[in-house]
Structures are given as C-alpha cells and as structure tokens.
C-alpha cells in the first residue's frame, strides 16, 4: 500500500557529507510523521534501532543529542520525500539508516505505519 525507500548512503571521510532521502509512494496522501533511526551494521534487531532525527506533526524536530548542530532533518511535501542532511560526519555516526513513516493514506484519518529497508552509511577515520 505504502513504500518508503532509503537513498543516498555511502562511504564518506569524516568532516564530509552526505543527504539521506527516504521517499514514499503508494497510496500516500501527507507524511505526518518520520524519523530517521541508525543501527549497527550487522545487528538485525529492530528494538536496538536508535533515533537520530524526527520530524513530526506541527512541523517540530527532535535530534539525538549526538547529531545537534550536525543533522538536518526536512520535508518536500511535492515530492513526498523525507531528508536527512548529514554534515560534520564522524565514524561513530556510520551504521544502515532507516526511515520509519506515519503516512495519511486518504483524507479520513487512515494511515500507515511502517519501516524503509534503509541505506548504509560509512565514514572513514
């Protein structure tokens, strides 16, 4: 009904930078909710999924502490399309990036909740 797809992840020396776009398609009528969430290369578990950036409803932001002032989190509602503006990048910030979206599919109220299969990002010390 609803796919968010991940792009933009690579391999970056620290100091560099790199845009993430988690973009949605389907049956979308409005994001109203996504965060970008990081996990360790090589641990499947969903639960050890770490928020690094929200942006949610009224247009407020949230930021893991590790990325204040170095993340940027934004929104083209045109495009349906969730970015992830990474500067400043350190080793400790490599790992899969995920998004996860609260998606309007119509304009009653009807949403989807679900996972991108995320973009790896690696940074070179």
């Known amino acids: 009904q609803v796919q968010l797809v991940e792009s933009g992840g690579g391999l970056v020396q620290a100091g560099g930078s790199l845009r993430l776009s988690c973009a949605a398609s389907?049956?979308?009528?409005?994001?109203?909710?996504l965060g970008w969430y990081r996990q360790a290369l090589g641990d499947q578990r969903v639960e050890q999924r770490e928020?690094?950036?929200?942006?949610?409803?009224?247009?407020?932001?949230n930021y893991a502490d590790s990325v204040k002032g170095r993340f940027t989190i934004s929104r083209d509602n045109a495009k349906n399309t969730v970015y992830l503006q990474m500067n400043s990048l350190k080793p400790e910030d490599a790992g899969v990036y995920y998004c996860?979206?609260?998606?309007?599919?119509?304009?009653?109220?009807?949403?989807?909740w679900g996972w991108g299969q995320g973009t790896q990002v690696a940074v070179s010390s």
């Open positions: 389907g049956s979308v009528f409005s994001i109203n909710e």
């Open positions: 928020l690094v950036a929200e942006l949610l409803s009224g247009g407020r932001t």
């Open positions: 996860n979206g609260l998606i309007a599919t119509d304009s009653l109220g009807s949403t989807w």
